[in-house]
C-alpha cells in the first residue's frame, strides 16, 4: 500500500514500514497494523512522543511520570537504573495483587508507574510535561451483529477461514518456528490448520509432569501423532522447578502468582533448543467461550433473577457471605465481576488497608449480554493481565519470540460479534470451535476434560520448596518491609497444602521485595 503511494524501502525491516505508515497516515496508521508490539515514536516537529500497545496487550509497555521525569520502558525493572526513580509501593496496586495474583493495566505496583493498557496509546507533550490517554481499539465497544448468526456453517467456515489466515501470518520469520501444543482445543485448532496448510513439517513442543492429574503431555503426542509433527516433550522434574523458583523475582517486573509461569518457562527453555519463534494458542478461552464459570454463572444467573424479592430477604439473614452479597446487590452481574478471576487468595480484612477493588469500577459493561460482559472483563483483565504477562516473561527470558495467533484482532471483533448462546450452546462451551475440530480430528480427541496448565503447587511448598517458605515467610522478613502483618497470615503460611495459592502468593511478594526494594 505504501508502495502504491511512491515510498521507497531501503529494508525488509517491519520498523521502516512502522515509520512511513505513520509519516503517510499519522496517528490512524495505527489501526493498520495486525500483529503484537510496544511502539514509541517521537515527532520532533511538534515535540510529542507517543506510546502505542497492541490491542490485546501481548506486548507489555510500562511509564513513571512524576516531578518533570518521563520514563517508558517494555520493562519495569529498567526504571530501576535511573537514580530518580522512587520506588514507593502503591498499597492499592498491592490489594489488587492480594486479590487476583497479577495487578492489572493501567495499575502498576508502584505509585506514579503505569502500564499503556492495551488498545491504547499516550500522548505526552514535552513541552508543558503533561499527558493524555487515547484508545484507538477496545473489545467493549463489539456489538452482536445478527446477521453473521443465521447460517451455522457459513459462520463456522468464515470463522475458520479467520484463523488459518491469522495462523499463516504468524509463521512468517526468517527464523525456525514451532507450536506450544498440549492437547487441548485450543493448540490443536493451532496445530491441525497449519500442518495441513504449511509446506513444511511443523515442530510442536509439550511439558509433561510425572503427577497424572496434572499431565497433559499424553494428549499432546496424540494430537501431534495423528497430525504428524515433529514432536519434542520435556518432563518436569523436582530439580527443574526449584531452580526456576529462585528466577522467578527477576523475570517478573511486577509480584506474580501465578504458579504456572514456571511450566512455561521451562517449555520456553526447552522450545529455545530448537526454534527461535513459537505459537501460542492463548485467548480461545476467553474469545470462544471456554471457561467452565461461564456455564455455572449462567444457570445461576437464570435461577437468581427468577427468584422473588422475599427469598433474597432469607438470603441477607444467611451466614454464607456469597448469599448476602446477592441479597444486598440487586446486579447479580457485579457480584461475579467483583469475583471474576479472582483466585481469592485473600480478602479485604485480611492483609492491606484500602479495601478490596471491584472490576466493575474499571469498565463499562452496559452493553452486550451477560456472558459476552464475562468474556470481554477475562480479556481485558485475566488475559492481558495474567496469562499474556506469563507467557511474554517466561519466553522473553530466554530470548524466544512468543505469537499469539488466536488474538489477531479480525478473529476477536469475529468473535465479538457473535452472541454467546452461540458460542456457548446446550451447555458446551467452545461450541463454534469444537465444530471446527470435529472436521480434523476424531471426536474422542476433541471431547475431553479441560486441565490447564497447573504444577502441584501444594506438595512442592510442603516439601521440595519448603525451604523458601522457611526462609522468606518469616515474621523478621515481614517486618523488613512492613506492608504485611505477619500475625494475619501466619496461620496460612503454616498450612501450605490447604492454602497452596495464599501461601505462593506470599512467597513471590516477600521473594520480590528482596529483589527490586
Known sequence: ELKKNGYIFDSSSDTEVILKAFHKWGLEAINKFNGMFAIILFDCRINKLYLFRDRAGVKPLYYYHHNNIFLFSSELKSFHKYDGFQKDIDKKSLNLYFQYGYVPSPFSIFKNTFKVESGSFIEYDLEN??????????????VENTSLSKNENELIENIENTMLSSFKYRMISDRPV???????NDSSMVAALLAKNYKKQIKTFTLGFKESKYNEAPYAKDVADYLKTEHYEYYCTYQDAIDIVQELPKVCDEPFADSSVIPTMLLSKFAKEHVDVVLSADGGDEIFGGYGRYITNINQYKILTKLPKNILKIFSLSSDNKLKDIANNPSFLNIILTRLNSLAYFGKDELVDGGIHNMENIFDVSSGDFVDKLMKIDYLTYLEGDILQKVDRASMYVSLESREPMLDYRL?????SISSNKKIKNNIPKYLLKQILDKHFPKKMVDRKKMGFSIPLGEWLSNELSYLVNQYLTRERFLKYGLVEYDKVEIIIKNPIKNPHRVWSLLMFQMWCEEWL
Not at 510535561?129 to 463489539?142: A, C, F, G, P, V
Not at 514451532?178 to 487441548?184: A, D, N, Q, T
Not at 476477536?412 to 465479538?416: C, D, K, T
Open 129 to 142: 510535561n503533561s499527558l493524555i490517554k487515547k484508545k484507538y481499539w477496545d473489545i467493549l465497544k463489539i
Open 412 to 416: 476477536v471483533e469475529l468473535l465479538g
Open 178 to 184: 514451532g507450536i506450544f501444543l498440549s492437547g487441548g
